[in-house]
């Protein structure tokens, strides 16, 4: 039987320390949302002025780079590249980019996904997150 890693409560705040961090330092006011790799939410900040809308977003996002095992953005340009179809696609509702997977040892392990500002904008502070945890991809 294989074992994997998997995100543990300090792990969740060192991600969410981060996110915050790169998120003021840049004055974006951000959602973000980090789950778990089966998409189950572990964390959600709505920081001072961010629409109430990114805080639904934002973990529609990780969900969706959880369960796709991929950047939520790989999702978008599939669609803005013609396949709409895709938008049926069950259970994954946050097809924008902003969603990025937490990944170890070849293993998904949870994402973070970040909406409030540009889409390139929320996958800096989502990344900027998981870089906290010093791992490789």
């Known amino acids: ?6 995100l543990m409560l300090e792990d969740v705040k060192k991600i969410a320390a981060a996110a915050e961090a790169e998120a ?5 006011a951000v ?11 572990l964390c959600l900040q709505r920081l001072d002025g961010a629409a109430p809308s990114s805080a639904y977003i ?17 999702y978008e340009d599939v669609i803005n590249n013609g396949r709409t179809s895709f ?18 040892d070849g ?16 996958a800096q502070v989502a990344k900027a997150g998981i870089a906290a945890l010093g791992i490789g991809g």
Do not use: C
């Open 1 to 6: 039987m294989q074992t994997k890693p998997y």
């Open 24 to 28: 003021l330092r840049n004055n974006w």
């Open 31 to 41: 959602s973000f949302a980090i789950v778990d790799d089966g998409g189950h939410l």
């Open 58 to 74: 934002a973990p529609a996002k990780a969900r969706t780079a959880a369960l796709g095992r991929r950047e939520s953005k790989l």
């Open 87 to 104: 938008l049926s696609a069950p259970e994954l509702e946050g097809m924008l980019e902003g969603g990025v997977p937490v990944i170890v």
């Open 107 to 122: 293993h998904v392990i949870g994402a973070v996904g970040v909406s409030g500002v540009k889409s390139n904008e929320d």
